[in-house]
């Protein structure tokens, strides 16, 4: 941890830099149309206070997404819509919601075809397949279908989460479950270990360290897909609302805002799981 | 041929791989008898059978010709009524069970309860010498220990037999000398019949009452070499002329296994 820190705070400050430069590169054109349209010429200091204090620049900076970020989140009950947070957890109940089904789906899956040849030959095609699919094209499908059957607000979005979730876990879990060796099953069947016995003792021990890799793809897809499907529902609430709506005004540092978040969520999500990862195999013995 | 004491025969045994390269004679016309309480050695080149002829006994393998029976009946049967233990050439451990855990695993899935697994576990553990490393972890246990407590679990259950596939390969040759020794220790004190594969003479001369000595292309026996050693066998038997004047049968059988291989 100290060793990375170092070079990861290096690289953040040259992102820094870089951001702060481009700020003053992109949104100048504006500056110098309003300053000409005052006739007023810029001197370069103005410029730059300039493109980094405008209302819809073309790229927000830092301390102004930040200072967004703020006021749509501490200085804002959580329940109202205007804050952030509300907004989070919107996405973040999709998202997780999502994630359990995926998860549940995939582990059912990655079962099946480990157990059965039929369901390998068969299934395994299906399951890539479905991901080459554009989940921006299928999901104002789903939120139709499921809409016309009565079914809206959390439900359609964890659907779409959970359809870019299950593949990373089917994936991970047909691996995690094959990876005992020919030894390991050769010993088992010394023993006349049933097939059940077989999974519970051995191939889902076995297959942990795949699952929690799995798990950390499957979590940021699900989140990618709440905010999905958040985008044909009309802008409603959540963050791909905030994105949404961002992009209808032209309120670019809104949208920066919501996208920071949105990361943030993801990174603190893959975080947790990294934790669970760690505690669980180093109990297992398995990160030695 | 057949008495009662035979644990284990085998009649003109074939088994053919097919593989891509075509078909792979690993064993051809294998005759051979084990008797209880026997302790039988494998000893070959790589390539000439050795650890498929065990396979097929434990019904790892299925033969294509001949016959094979365990305890009178078919291997299949034989494991089935989980009739031996079986070590194999790594210690296969489960990194997330104990050392008892693990010696405890056989033991959960034959249905034995608690009380009688955790008795059964001490027991073991003490033949093998491992007493008091039940609740220690595989990784804290050294190479030699962790094949201790893998040869524990295969004594857990009920099995008469024991088959060991060059179980001591992986280990340096201190450590294999000790386990040799605890080896025969823990033969004379449960009676189990015990069949051994490995590609080292003396530790095949110094374990051995009866020498199977076999070689390549195709895997088949070359001479068959009964130990009159004596049961009770300290390391130093190893410089007496007895013990090296059956090493230098099985070398020679080797030797010529390999010049008409």
Same mark, same amino acid.
């Given at each position: 941890?100290?060793?990375?820190?170092?070079?990861?705070?290096?690289?953040?400050?040259?992102?820094?830099?870089?951001?702060?430069?481009?700020?003053?590169?992109?949104?100048?054109?504006?500056?110098?149309?309003?300053?000409?349209?005052?006739?007023?010429?810029?001197?370069?200091?103005?410029?730059?206070?300039?493109?980094?204090?405008?209302?819809?620049?073309?790229?927000?900076?830092?301390? $102004?997404?930040?200072?967004?970020?703020?006021?749509?989140?501490?200085?804002?009950?959580?329940?109202?819509?205007?804050?952030?947070?509300?907004?989070?957890?919107?996405?973040?109940?999709?998202?997780?919601?999502?994630?359990?089904?995926?998860?549940?789906?995939?582990?059912?899956?990655?079962?099946?075809?480990?157990?059965?040849?039929?369901?390998?030959?068969?299934?395994?095609?299906?399951?890539?397949?479905? $991901?080459?699919?554009?989940?921006?094209?299928?999901?104002?499908?789903?939120?139709?279908?499921?809409?016309?059957?009565?079914?809206?607000?959390?439900?359609?979005?964890?659907?779409?989460?959970?359809?870019?979730?299950?593949?990373?876990?089917?994936?991970?879990?047909?691996?995690?479950?094959?990876?005992?060796?020919?030894?390991?099953?050769?010993?088992?069947?010394?023993?006349?270990?049933?097939?059940?016995?077989?999974?519970?003792?051995?191939?889902?021990?076995?297959?942990?360290?795949?699952?929690?890799?799995?798990?950390?793809?499957?979590?940021?897809?699900?989140?990618?897909?709440?905010?999905?499907?958040?985008?044909?529902?009309?802008?409603?609430?959540?963050?791909?609302?905030?994105?949404?709506?961002?992009?209808?005004?032209?309120?670019?540092?809104?949208?920066?805002?919501?996208?920071?978040?949105?990361?943030?969520?993801?990174?603190?999500?893959?975080?947790?799981?990294?934790?669970?990862?760690?505690?669980?195999?180093?109990?297992?013995?398995?990160?030695? | 041929?057949?008495?009662?004491?035979?644990?284990?025969?085998?009649?003109?045994?074939?088994?053919?791989?097919?593989?891509?390269?075509?078909?792979?004679?690993?064993?051809?016309?294998?005759?051979?008898?084990?008797?209880?309480?026997?302790?039988?050695?494998?000893?070959?080149?790589?390539?000439?059978?050795?650890?498929?002829?065990?396979?097929?006994?434990?019904?790892?393998?299925?033969?294509?010709?001949?016959?094979?029976?365990?305890?009178?009946?078919?291997?299949?049967?034989?494991?089935?009524?989980?009739?031996?233990?079986?070590?194999?050439?790594?210690?296969?451990?489960?990194?997330?069970?104990?050392?008892?855990?693990?010696?405890?695993?056989?033991?959960?899935?034959?249905?034995?309860? !608690?009380?009688?697994?955790?008795?059964?576990?001490? !027991?073991?553990?003490?033949?093998?010498?491992?007493?008091?490393?039940?609740?220690?972890?595989?990784?804290?246990?050294?190479?030699?220990?962790?094949?201790?407590?893998?040869?524990?679990?295969?004594?857990?259950?009920?099995?008469?037999?024991?088959?060991?596939?060059?179980?001591?390969?992986?280990?340096?040759?201190?450590?294999?000398?000790?386990?040799?020794?605890?080896?025969?220790?823990?033969?004379?004190?449960?009676?189990?019949?015990?069949?051994?594969?490995?590609?080292?003479?003396?530790?095949?001369?110094?374990?051995?009452?009866?020498?199977?000595?076999?070689?390549?292309?195709?895997?088949?026996?070359?001479?068959?070499?009964?130990?009159?050693?004596?049961?009770?066998?300290?390391?130093?038997?190893?410089?007496?002329?007895?013990?090296?004047?059956?090493?230098?049968?099985?070398?020679?059988?080797?030797?010529?296994?390999?010049?008409?291989?």
């Amino acid at each position: 941890m100290r060793k990375s820190f170092v070079p990861i705070s290096a690289v953040v400050l040259a992102i820094v830099v870089i951001w702060y430069l481009a700020a003053i590169a992109l949104n100048s054109a504006w500056a110098y149309d309003r300053a000409k349209r005052a006739d007023n010429p810029l001197s370069f200091s103005q410029l730059v206070s300039d493109t980094w204090s405008q209302e819809k620049p073309r790229l927000p900076v830092p301390h $102004q997404i930040a200072s967004e970020i703020y006021k749509t989140t501490v200085l804002q009950r959580v329940t109202s819509k205007r804050s952030l947070v509300w907004h989070g957890w919107i996405t973040l109940s999709a998202t997780l919601l999502g994630f359990g089904l995926g998860t549940g789906l995939g582990i059912v899956l990655a079962v099946g075809i480990v157990h059965s040849r039929a369901m390998d030959m068969s299934v395994m095609p299906w399951v890539i397949a479905s $991901q080459t699919v554009p989940i921006l094209a299928v999901a104002p499908m789903i939120i139709v279908v499921l809409n016309a059957i009565g079914v809206s607000g959390l439900l359609p979005k964890a659907i779409i989460s959970m359809y870019l979730s299950f593949f990373p876990v089917v994936v991970g879990m047909v691996k995690g479950l094959r990876a005992p060796d020919a030894m390991q099953m050769d010993q088992m069947r010394t023993w006349n270990t049933g097939r059940a016995t077989v999974f519970w003792k051995l191939r889902l021990p076995s297959s942990m360290p795949y699952l929690f890799t799995s798990l950390k793809i499957a979590m940021a897809a699900s989140l990618v897909g709440a905010i999905v499907g958040e985008l044909p529902t009309g802008a409603v609430a959540g963050l791909g609302a905030r994105l949404l709506a961002g992009s209808y005004y032209g309120q670019t540092i809104q949208i920066w805002s919501a996208l920071i978040s949105a990361a943030a969520l993801a990174a603190v999500l893959v975080a947790l799981i990294g934790l669970a990862q760690n505690i669980t195999l180093r109990k297992m013995g398995m990160l030695r | 041929m057949v008495s009662k004491d035979t644990i284990i025969h085998t009649e003109h045994l074939n088994l053919t791989f097919q593989t891509s390269d075509g078909p792979v004679h690993a064993l051809s016309d294998i005759n051979l008898s084990i008797e209880r309480g026997e302790f039988v050695s494998f000893i070959g080149p790589s390539g000439c059978g050795k650890t498929t002829l065990l396979r097929v006994m434990a019904d790892l393998e299925k033969p294509t010709g001949g016959t094979a029976t365990v305890n009178g009946v078919s291997p299949e049967e034989a494991r089935k009524a989980r009739a031996y233990g079986y070590v194999f050439q790594a210690a296969g451990l489960y990194p997330w069970r104990t050392v008892g855990g693990n010696i405890r695993l056989p033991l959960e899935i034959m249905g034995y309860d !608690k009380a009688e697994q955790s008795a059964r576990v001490a !027991k073991v553990l003490e033949l093998v010498e491992l007493t008091g490393f039940d609740k220690k972890f595989p990784w804290q246990l050294s190479g030699g220990m962790q094949q201790r407590a893998s040869i524990a679990r295969a004594l857990a259950f009920d099995a008469d037999i024991l088959f060991m596939d060059e179980p001591f390969g992986a280990l340096d040759e201190i450590v294999r000398d000790h386990l040799n020794e605890q080896l025969l220790h823990l033969w004379e004190r449960t009676n189990k019949t015990i069949v051994f594969v490995t590609h080292s003479i003396p530790e095949a001369v110094y374990l051995s009452t009866k020498i199977v000595v076999m070689s390549p292309r195709p895997g088949r026996i070359a001479d068959i070499i009964h130990s009159n050693l004596p049961k009770e066998r300290p390391l130093e038997i190893r410089d007496t002329p007895e013990f090296l004047e059956i090493a230098a049968r099985v070398r020679h059988g080797l030797r010529t296994g390999h010049e008409d291989g």
